[in-house]
């Protein structure tokens, strides 16, 4: 895939439909990832805890597939680690493809594969964030920060 | 069927014993019922013990956990008292003569394991633990192999389990108990910092650095195993070069990243690979 300088995809992931957006295959990858590189100690199930959560409406830098991938390899301010030196590029791409899943507005049609545990919330490609998805009292983002 | 043709068959008897033979109906069946219900108790009975005597005692002299991932085995074996432990994978050394409970789990999907000159299959099931003896009579090497379709490399998953005299067995579990050797030549050492710099530690320990990912296999004594990738590869320089070079070339689907080195930097973590004896 892209190599670790830029974080654009190149030509060839469009031609190839996205695959690490919509392969079932690179989801799942993608949630074995989240899982063995300890990525729910901080985010949880997806819903945050320690870092924040993927399914509260706000992507802090985009949900664009650039950035997420951005993210987790080049790290961000407030204790997001970087991965850079601790997975291959083809493997974040594939983590992040299943992160950008976790928070998808529209129910996806491929699915990765299904809990071996209880299931903490709705599965990934009914898009638990618009199930979840609470517009609650509107309060200020804490990292939204005053309005300008 | 045949009761059934004898009865047919025989002849009605008169009418007027009636009174006599209700009574020793009556007593027939009353016989026949209790016969049936103390075979049964008996035959249940006796399956009971004979199941417990097959099964795997309590106190096995050494107990060794196998976990079947896909597509590899990962081998725990429990420290006791003053010992520690020590993890491997795809290989398992017992002691001859002697009993060694096999305690089995899955991660992923459902494995099988079987060394078919050792003892019967038993399924690895994620979520539960089953157990299974193995007794070695005669030292030597015994393949197994993973018995239920696991995936694509459902083929690539064997197991060696290699059967010694007490004594090498001891010398071997000391061996492995060691934390990883420093590296001794200038190849290996560039090759272990390039290890460490590199995706390589994320997921695998050499214990006695700062490597200790655990979704790979455990790489402290890499070089003293017969074989890399379950059963794929002899362990060479050669042959560790290659598979890291390319692993998905060489077992496609499998977990381990083609992880993108420069030719020296291969170079140096296959030979400070070869040297984690």
């Known amino acids: 895939m892209s190599n670790g300088i830029s974080g654009t995809p190149p030509e060839s992931y469009f031609a ?23 990525c729910g100690i ?31 390899r080049d790290g961000r301010p407030h204790g997001m680690p970087a991965f850079r030196d601790r997975m291959t590029i083809e493997q974040i791409w594939q983590l992040a493809g299943y992160v950008q899943t976790i928070g998808s507005y529209t129910p996806k049609v491929v699915a990765p594969s299904r809990n071996d545990e209880k299931q903490s919330r709705p599965a990934e490609n009914r898009g638990p964030a618009i199930i979840l998805f609470d517009v609650g009292p509107a309060a200020v983002h804490p990292d939204q920060g005053p309005s300008p | 069927m045949v009761v059934l043709g004898l009865a047919l068959l025989r002849r009605r008897r008169p009418a007027a014993e009636d009174a006599n033979s209700e009574e020793r109906l009556t007593t027939a069946v009353s016989a026949a019922v209790a016969a049936t219900v103390v075979i049964i108790a008996g035959l249940t009975i006796a399956s009971f013990y004979t199941t417990r005597s097959i099964g795997v005692p309590k106190s096995a002299a050494l107990t060794i956990t196998v976990r079947g991932q896909q597509w590899w085995w990962q081998v725990f074996y429990a420290g006791s008292g003053a010992t520690s432990g020590f993890q491997t994978a795809n290989e398992i050394h017992i002691p001859v003569r002697t009993d060694v409970q096999i305690r089995l789990e899955g991660a992923d999907v459902i494995h099988s394991f079987w060394v078919p000159s050792l003892a019967g299959k038993q399924d690895l099931i994620p979520g539960r633990s089953s157990s299974l003896l193995l007794r070695a009579e005669k030292p030597g090497v015994y393949r197994g192999q993973c018995a239920e379709f696991c995936g694509l490399q459902h083929s690539h998953m064997a197991i060696l389990v290699i059967a010694e005299a007490p004594a090498d067995y001891e010398r071997w579990a000391a061996s492995q108990r060691e934390d990883a050797m420093v590296p001794a030549d200038m190849d290996a050492a560039a090759g ?7 995706p390589c530690a994320a997921c695998h320990t050499v214990r006695g650095t700062a490597a200790n990912g655990t979704s790979g296999p455990d790489l402290t004594h890499i070089s003293a195993r017969q074989t890399i990738g379950a059963g794929l590869l002899e362990t060479t320089r050669g042959s560790l070069a290659a598979w890291i070079a390319d692993p998905q070339t060489l077992k496609p689907g499998n977990n381990m990243p083609m992880v993108p080195l420069t030719s020296v930097e291969l170079q140096n973590i296959s030979a400070y690979m070869e040297s984690l004896k």
Not at chain 1, 16 to 38: M, T, V
Not at chain 2, 192 to 198: D, G, I, N, R, T
């Open chain 2, 192 to 198: 272990q910092v390039a290890f460490l710099a590199k």
């Open chain 1, 42 to 72: 901080c985010h949880g199930d997806g819903r945050g805890g320690i870092g924040p959560s993927f399914l509260d409406g706000w992507w802090l830098y985009g949900p664009e597939m650039v950035s997420i991938v951005a993210s987790i």
């Open chain 1, 16 to 38: 190839l439909g996205k695959p690490y957006e919509a392969d079932a295959y690179n989801l799942s990858q993608g949630k074995r990832l989240y899982a063995w590189f300890g």
